[in-house]
């Protein structure tokens, strides 16, 4: 019998259309890439699973469609999400130019019970390019500025850092629901009212 817990964490991808996003979730769940990657209509759900330590994570992957580009993705996008993957094109200025509004967007849609600790990692896709426009030292400094997100250069194309962004992701996310669970434990006081959107949804068997 397998003693490994399981856990379900929905993962959402965020970031400028053309950034990569699909191409990036089909080379991590697939193994493929495609040069003409058709324009994403509607969410694409994809599932993966990994082992993260001691536990048998499912990931349940939701892929922006092409409404991205209005910053104003439906809530039930939102919804429940466990940790986001911001994503840009390091050969895209705009893209990465973007990242502000997409986080803040995402910390006023998805309204996460402790925003500074929520899971999130920054990914510069398209490193396979030789046409990068944005440095080292311009990423760390946004990274600085929000929190200390960890950051990954990926390409799609060639498979590269994909697994490993996604692991840290996952990493983070477990973190953070096993705080939630110890807080759990020691109940200060009892609020009658409708449950927090954190509490109502553990379902990690951690
Ligand atoms: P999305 O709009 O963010 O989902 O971006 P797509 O996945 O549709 O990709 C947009 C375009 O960029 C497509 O033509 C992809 O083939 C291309 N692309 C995506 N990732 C890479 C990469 O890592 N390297 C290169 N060279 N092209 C990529
Ligand atoms: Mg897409």
């Not at 759900?45 to 939701?62: A, F, G, N, R, Y």
């Not at 400094?141 to 997100?149: A, F, L, V, Y």
């Not at 840290?168 to 009892?190: G, H, Q, R, W, Y």
Request: glycine letters at 4%; hydrophobic letters at 35%.
């Amino acid at each position: 019998m397998n003693s490994k817990k399981k856990c379900l964490l929905k993962v959402i991808l965020i970031g400028e259309t053309g950034v990569g996003k699909t191409s990036m979730v089909k080379r991590y769940v697939e193994r493929r890439f495609s040069i003409k990657e058709k324009a994403t209509i509607g969410v694409n759900l994809s599932i993966k699973e990994v082992t993260v330590d001691d536990h048998l994570v499912t990931l349940q992957i939701w892929d922006t469609a092409g409404q991205e580009r209005f910053y104003c993705l439906t809530s039930g996008f939102y919804r429940g999400v466990d940790c986001c993957m911001l994503v840009f094109d390091v050969t895209s200025r705009a893209s990465f130019d973007a990242l502000d509004r997409w986080h803040d967007e995402f910390l006023i849609q998805a309204n996460p019970h402790d925003p500074v600790h929520f899971p999130f990692v920054l990914v510069g896709n398209k490193v396979d390019l030789g046409n990068r426009v944005v440095s080292n030292r311009e990423v760390n400094e946004w990274c600085q500025r929000n929190n200390k997100i960890p950051y990954y250069e990926t390409s799609a194309k060639r498979g590269t850092n994909l697994d490993l962004a996604f692991h840290t992701l996952s990493l983070k996310a477990l973190e953070l629901e096993a705080d939630s669970n110890v807080d759990a434990d020691f109940p200060v006081t009892i609020i009658l009212k409708s449950p927090s959107k954190r509490t109502d949804k553990s379902h990690c068997q951690c």
